[in-house]
């Protein structure tokens, strides 16, 4: 995961209706890069693209990212760029630094989360 946090996206789905498309967009937002789109971008400026190209392309997406997480850091900003799995390849999302799936999730869809502190 390149130094990067992991936040699970996997699980997060079962705080959703992953199927609803309309759900989908209301979590895309926070997909902050997914790393199918690599070549795609790529295409606009490169013809014949090498696979050394697109590595060096993620290489300094993942640098920026890192950077800006550091930047986020020093300002006491409570966000992070995580690296996700988005299926067939990877991806990162930005999330509060303190989230579980389920609080993103809640959050997203502006629902509290309902904590039971005890059941006596």
């Known amino acids: 995961m390149n130094g990067f946090n992991y936040f699970d996206l996997n699980e997060a789905c079962d705080y959703f209706d992953y199927e609803d498309q309309k759900q989908w967009a209301e979590i895309e937002p ?3 890069y ?8 790529m295409e606009d400026v490169f013809t014949d693209i090498t696979r050394e190209e697109v590595d060096a392309f993620q290489a300094g997406m993942e640098c920026a990212f890192k950077k800006i997480n550091a930047t986020l850091a020093v300002a006491n ?10 299926g067939n ?3 990162y999302m930005l999330v509060r630094v303190d989230d579980t799936p389920e609080s993103f999730v809640h ?5 509290p989360l309902k904590r039971v502190d005890s059941w006596v």
């Open 30 to 32: 926070f997909i902050v």
């Open 77 to 86: 900003v409570p966000l992070e760029i995580q690296w996700t799995d988005l």
């Open 89 to 91: 390849n990877g991806g």
């Open 107 to 111: 959050r997203v869809f502006k629902k």
């Open 34 to 41: 997914d790393e199918s789109c690599t070549e795609e971008l």
